[in-house]
């Protein structure tokens, strides 16, 4: 298969190119400038007439991180490099012939779609959420969605907090913890929805490969935990104290508006993924925290 990839040389883009190659597809990664074609891997530019011909899918991974103190410039950005960048695929998909366009359109959202929800068990049928990250979610997954109309099957990936080595998830929980100042976020009652790199990506290729799977699927380990269960397990890891909480508007006065979802609580499960016969590479956080440190 010849796997186009937007978003190739980010945190999870540069994982799930090498996983590919390393699967044995042809990969084609698209960049804003030029670059020469490397360790297995082709590149196209990304401009105003995107080429897609000759790909069988296209995974899209762009999108400024939203974890940052927000502004209304950086909503600006945060809209343009995710739902703009979508609706920027789906016109290079629709100026090729339909017997000539890819077949499948893996385009990422996040887990921000389902809300701040409490206790309750969300699936892939759950319904959206409210506030700001999941109107943004909407608009990301409805921009994606277009190219059913065009002949292609879609699917969308939720993704959650993605563990992974220089990812910024993982550096800043493990930098506040080595200098002794980890602990759990506001009361610790908020489910997290973890997923190790290695399944994003595991996952992601998993989902092109399956012909039978379309739509949502939510990128998340089988098994969230609590905040404060997720940090006494990584307190454990890292043989550091757990004890210093970080209480909401000290939250709310380092990140802004942020800093409130930082305490939304996603007890989302992959019941699409599992339900296909995926098999994770790390269900259990003790089993990714090594593979992290391995």
Request: include cysteine; charged fraction near 20%; glycine fraction near 10%.
């Amino acid at each position: 298969m010849r796997i186009g990839v937007i978003g190739a040389t980010g945190f999870i883009g540069s994982e799930f190119c090498q996983l590919a190659i390393g699967e044995g597809h042809d990969v084609v990664g698209f960049s804003r400038k030029e670059k020469p074609d490397e360790n297995h891997m082709a590149w196209r530019l990304f401009n105003e007439s995107l080429d897609f011909s000759g790909l069988d899918a296209i995974v899209n991974y762009a999108g400024e991180s939203v974890a940052q103190r927000w502004t209304e410039k950086k909503k600006q950005l945060f809209h343009r490099s995710r739902v703009g960048v979508t609706k920027k695929i789906v016109i290079g998909i629709s100026s090729l012939p339909e017997s000539e366009r890819p077949q499948v359109l893996m385009n990422a959202s996040a887990v921000g779609y389902y809300g701040d929800a409490g206790e309750k068990k969300l699936d892939e049928s759950s319904p959206k959420g409210s506030g700001y990250l999941a109107d943004l979610c909407l608009e990301w997954e409805e921009a994606a969605l277009e190219a059913e109309t065009l002949g292609v099957r879609v699917m969308i990936g939720r993704i959650g907090i993605v563990l992974g080595k220089n990812g910024a998830a993982w550096e800043q929980m493990r930098k506040a913890f080595l200098l002794g100042a980890g602990g759990p976020l506001g009361s610790g009652s908020q489910w997290m929805p973890w997923v190790n790199i290695a399944d994003v990506a595991g996952a992601s290729l998993f989902s092109i490969e399956s012909a039978s799977l379309s739509g949502v699927v939510n990128l998340v380990s089988p098994t969230p935990l609590k905040n404060k269960e997720f940090t006494k397990v990584l307190a454990r890891h890292l043989r550091r104290p757990a004890f210093i909480p970080a209480p909401e508007f000290a939250l709310r006065l380092v990140f802004g508006e942020f800093g409130k979802h930082l305490l939304d609580s996603y007890r989302v499960y992959p019941k699409a993924l599992m339900d296909a016969g995926y098999n994770f590479q790390s269900a259990q956080l003790v089993e990714c925290l090594e593979q992290l440190d391995g």
